[in-house]
C-alpha cells in the first residue's frame, strides 16, 4: 500500500497538464463539476505540438512537467492531452505515488456505454490514432467494438488560429468526416482536447444520429469519483476565491488570450518557467 | 581577422538547419546552384513549430543546433528558417567563426531591387512578421519602400498536411491575401521556408503584375557568393556522389516521408539526435 505524503490533503491542487493550451477544456470541465478544487495548470508549449512526435519524447516530457507539478505539491493529476494520456500514463502511474489519471480511458468507457450499434468513431491526433489505443481499451471492454477512427491534424491548427467558426473548417470536417459519417457508427470521441471547440459544428455535420462523447467532461467526473474514494475530495467552500495557476513553458502572452477566451477565469497570472530544468 | 580553423576546407559540408523539413526548399536550391558541395541537415522536429515561440528559446535553439553542425566540421552555416534567421541570427553570429547567413537579408535584398511601386509585401509565421525584420532590413536600403506584412499561420499545416492543392486552401489564401492583392505592391516575399510550395496557388492568386521573391532561391546564391569570397567554394567534382546527410530531433519516419517528396535526393539515412545535448 502506497504510503500517504502529508502533501496528500484535501485542500492540496489539482495539477492538470497538456501541450498547450486545448487541456484548458478539460480543466474548464474540472472547475464546473469541482467548484471548491484548486488547480495548477500546466501547458508545454515550448514544445507543442505533441501529436507529430515520438512516444519517448512524449514520456520524458511528461516525467519533467510530473516534477514540477510535484513542486506545487498537488494531491492528483490530470494528464489533459490525448497524445499524452495515450503514449505515456501507463509507463509514468507506475513511477509516482500520487493517483494520476488521463483522458482516454473516460472518454472510451462512455462510449462503450453508449454506442447501441457496437461501431464507434473516433478522431485525434496523428499519434492518438496511431497508438491504438482508444481501440484497445474499448476493445478490453467490450471485444465485438468495432472502431472507425480518422486522424484529423487541421483541427487543432484551424481552432487555434480562431477558424472554428469559418466556413473552410466545415469544408475540412467534410473531408476528414465523411466516410466516418456513411459507416454506421452511433457515437463518436471527441479524442483531442481541442476538438470540444469544434463541437457544435461536428454536431451539425454528423447529425442527430450519432452521439458525440466529450472525453473532458467525463474525466471532470472520473476525477470527482477517484478523490472521493481517496478521501481527498474538497468539499468545503474556501474563504475568498478558489486558486487558479497557469504555468507555461514558452510564450505566456498568447497562452494568456487564447486561455481567456476558452476558460471563464482569468488566466493572467500565467507564469512561465523553463520545464527542461525538471 | 578571424582565424581559420583547419576544418575549414573546401571539401568540409554546409550546415543548413530548419525548425523541420521546411528548410529543405532551401537546401533543395542549395543543391541545384551548388551540385558539388556536400550537405547535413537538421530540422528541429522535436521542437517544431518555431513561429509561435519567443526569441529567448529561438536563440537557445539555434546554439545548440549551431554546437552539433560544429561536430560535423561544416564550413559555413545557413539557417534555413526565416523565424530563427529573424530572431537569433544577429545574436549567434557574433559568437562563432564559421561564416553563416540567414534567409532574410537575400529576399529582402532581391525585393528592394525589383519593386518599382516601393511597396512590397511581406508573408511569414506570426514570429517572423511580428518581429518586423524584413520591414526594418528593406527600409535600411531604401527609407521610401513601404511595407505591407501579413502573418499566414494555417499555410503551414496546410503544407505539411498534404493540402497544398486542396481547394480550401485557396479559399485560406483568399482569407489571407485579399487586402495584400489589393494594396498596390508590385512584390512579394514569400517569408517562410514552407511557402514555396504553395507558389503556384499564391501565383496564380496574385497575378502577373507581382513578383514573388522566393528567399531559399536568392540564399542560394548569396551563399555561393560568400564562399567564393572565402575561398570556401568547393569547385571540383567529387568522385561517386555528392553527400547529404539528415539530421533530425524526433520522428524520423515522418521527416523521410515528407524529405522525399520534395527534395529530389533520397533522405533515407535521416537520423535522430537528442539535440538537447547539444
Not at 478544487?37 to 511528461?62: C, H, M, Q, W
Not at 473552410?168 to 466516410?179: A, F, G, K, R
Not at 479524442?191 to 467532461?217: D, Q
Not at 476565491?241 to 488566466?267: C, G, L, M, Q, R
Request: hydrophobic share 40%; aromatic share 8%.
Amino acid at each position: 500500500m502506497t504510503l500517504q505524503k502529508n502533501w496528500h490533503c484535501k485542500e492540496a491542487p489539482i495539477g492538470i497538464f497538456d501541450s498547450g493550451v486545448g487541456g484548458l477544456t478539460v480543466a474548464r470541465e474540472i472547475a464546473r463539476s469541482l467548484p471548491n478544487e484548486n488547480l495548477v495548470y500546466f501547458g508545454d508549449t515550448a514544445r507543442v505540438p505533441y501529436g507529430s512526435k515520438s512516444k519517448d519524447n512524449i514520456i520524458r516530457y511528461s516525467r519533467q512537467i510530473i516534477r514540477f507539478l510535484e513542486t506545487k505539491k498537488v494531491k492528483a493529476i490530470v494528464i489533459a492531452c490525448n497524445t499524452a494520456s495515450a503514449l505515456a500514463l501507463e509507463v509514468v502511474c507506475k513511477e509516482i505515488d500520487i493517483p494520476i489519471i488521463g483522458v482516454i480511458v473516460p472518454g472510451a468507457k462512455v462510449a462503450v456505454e453508449t454506442t447501441r450499434s457496437k461501431k464507434i468513431g473516433v478522431i485525434g491526433t496523428e499519434a492518438t490514432i496511431h497508438s491504438n489505443v482508444y481501440t484497445t481499451i474499448m476493445q478490453q471492454t467490450d471485444k465485438e467494438i468495432e472502431v472507425v477512427d480518422k486522424a484529423c491534424p487541421l483541427f487543432v491548427p484551424l481552432v487555434e488560429e480562431g477558424f472554428a467558426k469559418h466556413k473552410v473548417t466545415q469544408e475540412i470536417i467534410d473531408y476528414y468526416l465523411s466516410p466516418m459519417k456513411a459507416s454506421g457508427i452511433d457515437t463518436m470521441i471527441l479524442g483531442c482536447t481541442h476538438y470540444p471547440l469544434l463541437r457544435s459544428r461536428i454536431k451539425e455535420y454528423l447529425g442527430e444520429g450519432i452521439t458525440l462523447v466529450n472525453p473532458a467532461y467525463e474525466t471532470a467526473l472520473n476525477l470527482r469519483e477517484l478523490l472521493l474514494k481517496q478521501q481527498l475530495l474538497n468539499e468545503t467552500k474556501q474563504e475568498g476565491a478558489t486558486s487558479y495557476e497557469f504555468y507555461v513553458s514558452d510564450a505566456a502572452e498568447k497562452f494568456k488570450e487564447f486561455a481567456n477566451s476558452i476558460f471563464p477565469y482569468d488566466a493572467s497570472t500565467t507564469q512561465e518557467i523553463n520545464i527542461e530544468e525538471y
